[in-house]
């Protein structure tokens, strides 16, 4: 059974640093992609980063170039680096996987719990 388990959210302020890691375990699949979401009260769940088992990546417009997305593949874990952070970038960001490379679509067949990332002004 594949699991997500996301780490590393708390509550920073404008101009600051996060490190989120998804430590996934369970899946045999060697290809894959793998992504994070984010999704802030009263608001639909948005893709902002995901990577493929090849290393291509791809980000949301809203993030690019302050968040960094990488993959440890002996370590099966994938990591957003945030930076410069905005209070807009604050909500719940979930970790998710599957064999098909959904990039920024919800469509992903596995989930995490979420971790809490808070941004103040």
């Known amino acids: 059974q594949v699991q997500l388990v996301e780490s590393g959210g708390g509550s920073v302020q404008a101009g600051g640093s996060l490190r989120l890691s998804c430590a996934a375990s369970g899946y045999t699949f060697s290809s894959r992609c793998m992504a994070w979401f984010r999704q802030a009260p009263g608001k639909e769940r948005e893709g902002v980063a995901a990577?493929?088992?090849?290393?291509?990546?791809w980000y949301a417009d809203s993030v690019k170039g302050r968040f960094t997305i990488s993959q440890d593949n002996l370590k099966s874990t994938v990591t957003l680096q945030m930076t410069s952070l905005k209070p807009e970038d604050t909500g719940m960001y979930y970790c998710?996987?599957?064999?098909?490379?959904?990039?920024?679509?919800?469509?992903?067949?596995?989930w995490g719990r979420g971790t809490q990332v808070t941004v103040s002004s």
């Open positions: 990577v493929r088992s090849d290393g291509s990546t």
């Open positions: 998710a996987a599957d064999r098909v490379n959904w990039w920024l679509l919800p469509r992903y067949e596995y």
